[in-house]
């Protein structure tokens, strides 16, 4: 049964930063991981998806990586703002429509 | 597009009643996906249909808990008899071809008392 486990569980750091979320899955055979935002009470955003054939998708100030033989990823934010405080969640797909197996979430603060 | 709909938003019921959620997902998508979400478990996967056909029903944690397809544009779950600890936020979430990004809706934040 595939587990994934997104580290830290919580991080809070001064605006500006770079940061790096980190998501690691047990079963090395996935379609695709998604990374996602979710902000208080509110539904999931997806920031990015990487198919198993890439190595990393980029969108604005966010970089995913996936190293899918090592079964990792990370997600970069780059020079961090207050309204990226969300909580990021990871989740990867093991098949074309199978649904996503997802992580706890790392909660991020970013501080003014 | 107005994106996957879900209502209620908010349900708030007594233990043994009946709840139903509903879900209409985005048009021309033909995966549609259930989760749950608590604080102890995270989200979870219940069940999905691809082209209104239930393909995978085993996060389903009982058989208190059913769900439907009856069209392309519709989508029910259903928990009869409820429980307090089925309280949670359940989504649902939609997809098309390759690569199957989904796409979630609000979710429907179910208390049962």
């Known amino acids: 049964k595939q587990e994934v486990t997104q580290i830290p569980a919580a991080l809070s750091v001064p605006e500006g930063e770079n940061l790096v979320l980190n998501c690691s899955f047990t079963?090395?055979?996935?379609?695709?991981l998604q990374w996602f935002r979710q902000d208080p009470g509110k539904g999931l955003t997806s920031l990015l998806l990487?198919?198993?054939?890439?190595r990393e998708q980029t969108s604005g100030r966010l970089n995913a990586s996936l190293d899918k033989s090592s079964g990792r990823s990370t997600l970069y934010i780059a020079a961090s703002q207050p309204g990226d405080s969300a909580t990021y969640l990871c989740?990867?797909?093991?098949?074309?429509?199978?649904?996503?197996?997802f992580g706890k979430g790392t909660h991020l603060i970013i501080q003014p | 597009d107005a994106g996957v709909i879900q209502s209620p938003r908010h349900e708030v019921t007594e233990m043994g009643q009946e709840v139903t959620l509903r879900c209409k997902p985005i048009?021309?998508?033909?995966?549609l996906f259930w989760y749950r979400q608590t604080m102890m478990r995270g989200l979870e996967l219940l069940i999905y249909?691809?082209?209104?056909?239930?393909?995978?029903d085993s996060g389903m944690p009982e058989d208190r808990f059913s769900a439907k397809m009856p069209n392309a544009s519709f989508s029910t779950l259903k928990i009869q008899p409820s429980e307090p600890r089925d309280s949670a936020v359940y989504f649902c979430?939609?997809?098309?071809?390759?690569?199957?990004?989904?796409?979630f809706g609000p979710g429907t934040r179910l208390t049962v008392l």
């Open positions: 979430a939609s997809s098309v071809g390759t690569p199957h990004l989904e796409f």
């Open positions: 048009s021309g998508h033909n995966s």
């Open positions: 249909f691809n082209n209104n056909v239930p393909i995978d």
């Open positions: 990487i198919q198993s054939s890439q």
């Open positions: 079963d090395s055979a996935i379609y695709n």
């Open positions: 989740a990867v797909s093991g098949g074309g429509a199978d649904g996503l197996t």
